[in-house]
């Protein structure tokens, strides 16, 4: 899929298929996420207790008016099953144009790999159904995210950007440094594990110790500070430092979304525990939290799609980082 | 690093899942009581405690299959008190279809046993309640009786302002009902089991003496039946109580509308308007409010903004600290009772009138009955004042209010004021 202008870019691995299907993939993966959410959110991850059918329907057919007029929580479910098969059909679409039109050995492997890992996430969603098992729940909540980052990854593993990385930008700051590599990467890493920390806090059990969980809590909160702290510095070294806009672009937003963060984080304690300082706002202080209430939904799903967001945001950093450290120590680059 | 992430991650979800939702969960003990009734007789509790344990088992079942006392079930007076029905549906696994509403929804922050002490708990602020003491806070009786069924039923259908106790719009009044009887189970396990550590701690295990020992059964039949007949005697003395509640409800006497608005929003536009009839019932009421005989002042400070005395402690923390003789302001003293699960004490914060939030109810009948009836658990007593007298001081606390988006700190008690300087 080599067409002329690819060519007069000096990239003629491009292929505009398999980036429009890695994008997409990643563009459906995003709202997958909130829906996923909304299905923890109001529990209504047994309101479909069979799969891969639903109540005995291939989920395709499951006539529509019956999930979209229906129950809220099999509204949301069922969406859930077919924005999760959308995203297996385009992996399985991704892994045919990697093999058919990208040259890379690796990346053929890797779309396998993503095909891979969508089942397996596909199939943890179903033994969370079959076995009502919160475990599983959990791990299915924390692959989701990992998933959504590595999609997100492969848009920039496909775009004509990796294969020119340094297109247009003769006489500019050409250099990331390794620091700058080195911390976003962590930044991924870091974002990644306080989101398992938040996964725990938000599939709490009744059998949890008060001990273990003011102990996630207040892991939860110094990795917050720990990640702004690491977005403060990683946005610092992209401004002052020859660097290239594509990372500083994807750090400014990364230092946004954790900003947005911390503030949905204090909001969804609110909404699920109260304000601890009830002197602190009188408004809140008379606030009566409601379970499964719409503005509470929202800011706890809104919290935990962030989060993905966050991880993503953060890969995407790191892929470019490191694949312009490579082109030029390769020399790639003049 | 993302791989070590991923693996940290893996590691992280599977380590603090230690219990698995499959296996049996248990009710705890009371660690912290019976450590201190040990320190009181100078033994050993740990025989009581399988003995007490033992003997609630064998009484109230466990979280997944509870049981209602015999000597209840076989009493027609005790017939209404919980149902097994009930029981059944809020015990249990959420996981099994029509049970479970109390793991799923009260347990993260009361704990499995009812102990305030989900977890959650040590978080939050306030305290989530403790039902083992037996003491509710909004009720419709007098301090020193059990709330009524209903009671219980409107702060689970209500949830309380300021708190982490929610509204759950999707709670039927059926599964609300259920709940309410398991929190009655729950408050008279525990109250049985601090009966039965009590009498565990005057016996002398050293020379033989036991509480329950299941074993006489067989080899003592009489001695057996002694025993348990003690034990159901706790049983019965803390559903009696329970079982008293409706015949000891205090009915608010009617209130004149005229002087009494069902809304603060109509009380400060009547106070807007110069309403001389309302004006003078505030005026009472800020008398009575300062006044030595009602002594709200004392605790509330002179403007009702909760800033008077501010040292006291509410009875669940009194309970394990200055009722054995420990100061409540000596941290050290309790840190054996918190390693047994206590939590850390805290003052008492009296109700600030300017936030307008009241945590029992805000319409005029529910701080009648705050002020009038008391609040259990808490310094708050039960007003000593003419009962027609409690209306100006439910108008007077009310028009404390500031609202925060009027943008201004004048009070309506400020207009009051004012108003009758003119």
Wanted: include cysteine; hydrophobic fraction near 45%.
């Amino acid at each position: 899929m080599s067409d002329s202008r690819n060519e007069e870019q000096g990239c003629p691995q491009f292929s505009k298929l398999t980036h429009g299907l890695a994008v997409g993939l990643t563009v459906v993966v995003f709202p997958l996420i909130w829906v996923g959410g909304l299905v923890t959110t109001y529990d209504a991850g047994m309101a479909v207790p069979d799969w891969p059918t639903t109540y005995g329907w291939n989920m395709f057919a499951y006539p529509a008016s019956t999930w979209l007029f229906g129950p809220f929580d099999l509204m949301v479910e069922h969406s859930h099953r077919l924005l999760a098969s959308l995203s297996g059909m385009i992996a399985i679409g991704l892994v045919v144009a990697a093999w058919k039109l990208d040259r890379r050995p690796w990346f053929r492997w890797w779309a396998v790999g993503l095909l891979l890992l969508v089942i397996a996430q596909g199939v943890l969603g179903g033994v969370r159904v079959l076995l009502d098992e919160r475990l599983v729940a959990k791990i299915h909540g924390c692959v989701g995210p990992a998933f959504f980052a590595l999609a997100a990854a492969t848009g920039v593993l496909t775009s004509r950007w990796w294969f020119a990385p340094a297109a247009g930008m003769e006489g500019a700051g050409r250099r990331v440094g390794k620091a700058v590599a080195i911390v976003v990467s962590g930044l991924c890493a870091l974002s990644y594990l306080q989101l398992v920390l938040g996964a725990q806090l938000r599939h709490i059990t009744g059998w949890m110790s008060h001990r273990s969980f003011r102990g996630l809590v207040h892991a939860h909160l110094a990795m917050a500070g720990l990640l702004l702290m690491g977005v403060l510095v990683a946005a610092i070294m992209v401004w002052w430092k020859p660097t290239i806009p594509r990372v500083r672009r994807w750090v400014m937003g990364l230092c946004l979304l954790v900003v947005l963060q911390i503030v949905l984080g204090c909001a969804t304690w609110v909404v699920n525990y109260a304000l601890p300082w009830s002197e602190l706002n009188k408004t809140l202080a008379g606030y009566t939290i409601q379970a499964k209430g719409f503005v509470e939904s929202l800011v706890v799903t809104a919290h935990m799609a962030t989060g993905s967001l966050i991880v993503a945001f953060a890969a995407v950093a790191s892929v470019r980082a490191w694949r312009f450290r490579w082109v030029v120590k390769q020399g790639r680059v003049q | 690093m993302a791989w070590i992430a991923g693996a940290a991650g893996v590691a992280l979800l599977a380590g603090c899942e230690r219990t698995a939702p499959t296996a049996a969960v248990q009710f705890e003990p009371n660690w912290v009581y019976a450590y201190q009734i040990g320190q009181r007789s100078e033994q050993s509790m740990d025989q009581a405690l399988v003995e007490v344990e033992s003997a609630l088992e064998e009484l109230f079942g466990t979280p997944d299959v509870p049981k209602w006392p015999a000597v209840l079930t076989e009493d027609e007076e005790y017939a209404d008190l919980v149902s097994m029905e009930h029981l059944m549906a809020a015990s249990g696994n959420p996981s099994e279809p029509g049970r479970g509403l109390f793991r799923k929804h009260c347990a993260v922050c009361h704990g499995i046993t009812g102990n305030g002490r989900g977890p959650t708990a040590a978080l939050l602020n306030p305290y989530p309640r403790d039902f083992r003491l037996g003491k509710f806070k909004f009720k419709s009786t007098p301090i020193g009786s059990k709330p009524t069924k209903d009671d219980l039923f409107h702060t689970i259908q209500t949830g309380i302002p300021g708190t982490t106790m929610v509204k759950i719009p999707e709670l039927t009044e059926q599964d609300i009902a259920a709940l309410v009887d398991y929190v009655i189970y729950l408050s008279i396990r525990g109250q049985v089991e601090r009966s039965l550590l009590f009498e565990a701690g005057e016996l002398v295990y050293a020379d033989g003496e036991s509480l329950y020992d299941p074993s006489l059964k067989e080899t003592d039949p009489e001695a057996f039946e002694e025993q348990w007949e003690i034990i159901e005697d706790y049983v019965l003395d803390e559903a009696d109580a329970w079982v008293e509640a409706e015949d000891r409800v205090k009915e608010v006497p009617e209130r004149d509308r005229a002087v009494v608005p069902d809304t603060t929003e109509e009380l400060l536009a009547r106070i807007a308007q110069g309403d001389s009839t309302i004006l003078a019932s505030i005026e009472r009421g800020r008398e009575l409010f300062l006044s030595e005989k009602a002594s709200c002042s004392k605790c509330h400070g002179k403007e009702g903004r909760g800033d008077g005395q501010t040292n006291d402690y509410d009875d669940w923390a009194k309970e394990w600290t200055k009722k054995f003789g420990l100061d409540p302001e000596d941290e050290a003293s309790q840190i054996p009772l918190i390693a047994r699960g206590a939590l850390p004490v805290r003052k008492v914060a009296p109700r600030n009138f300017e936030e307008g939030v009241f945590r029992g109810g805000s319409t005029p009948e529910a701080l009648y009955q705050r002020i009038w009836l008391g609040i259990e658990g808490t310094p708050m007593p039960a007003a000593a004042v003419d009962p027609q007298d409690i209306w100006d001081l439910v108008n007077y606390v009310r028009s404390l209010y500031k609202p925060q988006a009027a943008g201004t700190n004048t009070s309506t008690s400020d207009q009051v004021a004012a108003n009758a300087r003119r």
